[in-house]
Structures are given as structure tokens and as C-alpha cells.
């Protein structure tokens, strides 16, 4: 029989549970600015800006500065390494722009994917060696929550039994070191959207791998209550014929989260995985309007559904700053009303609002 040996305190789960609160408070949700340079790169060859260090934090200088209407929006800012030590333009580092605005640090923890042998293309998280030591530092730097990605993706073979449980385990390995140091784990195991496969299927294999999660989570001795998740909406594939609204898409993904995730969860900060910005408002206002009880809040942790329209009014030049910053207010406060069920689409696009912001086999 399993033995408790508590490893947090109550003082230390009191903390934990409150950041997790503060991030998922009703109408706010998570802005993920934790692009690795390569990602940064990919994203400023579309509008053909120079990916410099300088650059990047120029860009993030205008995001973590947008005006007042974004406060009631946005509970946390998930950032890259290289970020978390920038400064804006006045001196004053990032980190501490961002608390004294009222919003919690996050940073990103894990070191990318790797192939996982004896399978059929899949992979796991690399990153738990020095991660110890790292959640000790960057407590210290000003960060009281944390991300770690894993990914899985549906084929005819895949995923694995193996894989499954891999990053489950790897997810549950890296929770239980951030709650030490008093940093949330954000928990995110990504179902990627490559495919032809339909809702049901996703649907089903949502529900395995949360399962699969959860229990992993629960054999680490894991405080629930200090903790968000990080899934992806149960969707069909890209490349499935069928097209399903957003109060099917929201019913399947409710369904399956009532069916796998524990109600001492706070939070489900989703993420946006290649959705246009239209429709990651769109699914997630109808999953707040969904007749089913939900236990947790349901909110985004968005990065492209946030920053698409943003990115493309910036253009990489300076006299854009302030149409950059419109957009994304607009998108963070069209996101804030869907965290409880109040959007209704106007229309009223942004410079890419509508626009696919998928890319196969999305890597960091």
C-alpha cells in the first residue's frame, strides 16, 4: 500500500493554488509568448522582419506593453528563456513589467522533442536533467509558473501504449519538480491536428491520454489544486471531409474532460493548435455555453490565436507599433469574453483573424 509522505506543506500548496487561481481567474486567460528563436523565425520570415534578439524584443516589448483593456484579459504570460531576462526600452525587465501589471510569470522548461525508438514516428520531452536546479533559479528570476509540452499525434498505428504513458510520466516527473520550488506546472499534452481522423476519434484518444495523465500525475503525489492543464480541443484532423461546429467541437472536448480530469483541477487554459483566431474564440465561447457542468474553468493559452493579427499589423516596423497593439487588445478581449460564454462574433476581422494559422507536425 502507498505511504504518504507529504512533500508540500500547507503553506506551500496555499501558494501554489493561488497562482493557479490568480492565472484562470473568471475572464482571463494565458498569453503564450514562449516561442523559441526558431519559432520567432519562422513567424517573422511571414513578414519578412529580421529574426534579431533585438527584434524579438521589440515585438514582445509591444505585446507586454498594450494598454490597460488588456488587464482584465490576460492572468499570465508564459515567456522563453532569452525573454525572461529583456528589458523595455526605460530599463525595467520584463518579468517585473508584467507583475506590476497584475499578471503572473510563466516560462517555458522543456528542452524540445525527441524521437521515441521503437515506434512509428513518435516522441518524448527531453529537459528533466538540471530542471531541479533550473525551477530553483527561475523562482528566483521572478517566474511562478512553468509549461512543459508533449505531443502525440493520431494515425492509423499511433498513439502507442508506449507513448501514451512515456509522456505522461515525463509530464508528471516535471509537475512534481516545479511544485517543489512553488511553480504551477502547466500540464500540456498536445494531440496534434494532423489528420484525416474524425471527432469520435479524437475524441476517444483525448480521453485515453488525459486518463493516462492523471494517473501518472497521481502516482508523483501531484497537487491537483496546484495545477493547470494544457490540452488541445477535441477536433477532427485537418485533413478530415467532415466539418463540425463549434457546439459539437465543444461537447465532444467537455465530454471528454467531465469523463478524465478531476475536478480539483482550477483550470483548462487550451491551446489554440493551428485554429484560426475566429474559430479559437468561437470553440471556446460555445464550450462556455455548453449545457454540461464544468467543474473547472475553461479558458486559452494562446500564442498564434493571439498574436496572428498583432504580428502581421507590426509588419517589423517601428510606425506599427500601436496598430500591432490594437489587434492584439482585440483578440485578448474577444478571448476574454469567450472565457464565459459572452462572445459573439462581430465579424469585425483582423488583419488575420480568419486566416488558417495551422503548420504540419508544429514544433516549438
Known amino acids: 500500500m502507498p505511504h504518504s509522505y507529504p512533500f508540500l506543506t500547507p503553506e506551500q500548496k496555499k501558494e501554489l493554488s493561488d497562482i493557479a487561481q490568480r492565472i484562470v481567474a473568471p475572464g482571463k486567460g494565458i498569453l503564450a509568448a514562449d516561442e523559441s528563436t526558431g519559432s520567432v523565425a519562422k513567424r517573422f520570415q511571414s513578414i519578412n522582419a529580421e529574426n534579431t534578439e533585438e527584434n524579438r524584443r521589440l515585438y514582445r516589448q509591444l505585446l507586454f506593453t498594450a494598454d490597460d483593456r488588456v488587464a482584465p484579459c490576460i492572468g499570465g504570460v508564459i515567456f522563453f528563456h532569452e525573454t525572461l531576462y529583456q528589458k523595455t526600452d526605460d530599463g525595467k525587465l520584463f518579468p517585473q513589467l508584467i507583475k506590476d501589471r497584475g499578471m503572473v510569470v510563466g516560462i517555458k522548461v522543456d528542452k524540445g522533442v525527441v524521437p521515441l525508438g521503437g515506434t512509428n514516428g513518435e516522441t518524448t520531452t527531453q529537459g528533466l536533467d538540471g530542471l531541479y536546479e533550473r525551477c530553483v533559479q527561475y523562482k528566483k528570476d521572478g517566474a511562478d509558473f512553468a509549461k512543459w509540452r508533449c505531443v502525440l499525434k493520431i494515425t492509423p498505428t499511433t498513439p502507442s501504449n508506449l507513448a501514451i504513458i512515456e509522456n505522461a510520466n515525463v509530464l508528471a516527473r516535471y509537475a512534481s519538480i516545479c511544485q517543489m520550488h512553488g511553480i504551477v506546472p502547466i500540464v500540456e499534452p498536445e494531440i496534434l491536428p494532423d489528420g484525416d481522423h474524425d471527432l469520435k476519434r479524437c475524441q476517444y484518444v483525448t480521453e485515453k491520454v488525459l486518463a493516462a495523465v492523471y494517473k501518472a500525475l497521481s502516482d508523483h503525489h501531484v497537487y491537483l489544486e496546484g495545477t493547470l492543464l494544457k490540452p488541445n480541443m477535441v477536433t477532427a484532423g485537418h485533413s478530415c471531409p467532415q466539418k463540425y461546429s463549434a457546439q459539437e467541437i465543444a461537447m465532444a472536448t467537455v465530454t471528454a474532460l467531465r469523463r478524465t480530469v478531476p475536478p480539483a483541477v482550477p ?11 475566429e474559430e479559437a474564440s468561437i470553440n471556446l465561447n460555445a464550450m462556455n455555453q455548453c449545457s454540461l457542468d ?10 498564434r490565436a493571439l498574436q ?18 490594437e489587434e492584439f487588445i482585440k483578440r485578448a478581449m474577444n478571448n476574454s469574453k469567450a472565457c464565459v460564454g459572452k ?5 469585425d476581422k483582423g488583419a488575420a483573424a480568419g486566416e488558417s494559422l495551422y503548420v504540419a507536425n508544429h514544433a516549438y
Do not use: I
Not at 464544468?294 to 500564442?303: C, D, H, M
Not at 462572445?343 to 465579424?347: K, N
Open 294 to 303: 464544468r467543474p473547472w474553468a475553461l479558458t486559452f493559452s494562446y500564442g
Open 308 to 325: 496572428a493579427s498583432a504580428l502581421k499589423a507590426w509588419g517589423g516596423k517601428k510606425d506599427n507599433g500601436k496598430a500591432c497593439q
Open 267 to 277: 483550470g483548462v487554459t487550451f491551446l489554440s493548435g493551428g485554429q484560426s483566431e
Open 343 to 347: 462572445y459573439v462574433a462581430s465579424g
